[in-house]
C-alpha cells in the first residue's frame, strides 16, 4: 500500500524559506517521476514541480526560479525547497507521482502559511 507522508510546512513572513519533506513507502519509488502539488483554499490543486528519476526538473512558472526540487532515492524521499515565499504560495502541500497516470492515495498534506 502506497503511503505518503509531507512534512516541513509551516508559517513564515514572506521572502522567507522553508523545506517540505515528502517520505514515499509501499512503492519502488526509484522508478516513478515525483511531484510536488499543492492547492489553495477555493483553488483547483496544482502541480508545482516535478523530477524524474533521473532528475530531470521542471517547475511551475509560478514559482520558478523560487523553488527547487530533489530527490534522494535511497530515503524514498523527494524535497522542495521554497525561496522568496510570497503570500499566494500559501496552500497545503502535497507530494503525488506526476499527472500522467493514475495519482496515488493523497497523503495528509503540509500547510505552508505565508504572512506577516
Known amino acids: 500500500q502506497v503511503q505518503l507522508v509531507e512534512s516541513g510546512g509551516g508559517l513564515v513572513q514572506p521572502g522567507g524559506s522553508l523545506r517540505l519533506s515528502c517520505a514515499a513507502s509501499?512503492?519502488?519509488?526509484?522508478?516513478?517521476?515525483m511531484g510536488w502539488y499543492r492547492q489553495a483554499p477555493g483553488k483547483q490543486r496544482e502541480l508545482v514541480a516535478s523530477?524524474?528519476?533521473?532528475?530531470?526538473?521542471k517547475y511551475a512558472d509560478s514559482v520558478k526560479g523560487r523553488f527547487t526540487i530533489s530527490r534522494d532515492n535511497a530515503k524514498k524521499t523527494v524535497y522542495l525547497q521554497m525561496n522568496v515565499l510570497k503570500p499566494e504560495d500559501t496552500a497545503i502541500y502535497y507530494c503525488?507521482?506526476?499527472?500522467?497516470?493514475?495519482?496515488?492515495?493523497w497523503g495528509q498534506g503540509t500547510q505552508v502559511t505565508v504572512s506577516s
Open positions: 509501499g512503492i519502488p519509488f526509484t522508478f516513478y517521476t
Open positions: 503525488n507521482r506526476d499527472p500522467s497516470a493514475p495519482m496515488w492515495s
Open positions: 523530477i524524474t528519476s533521473l532528475g530531470s526538473i
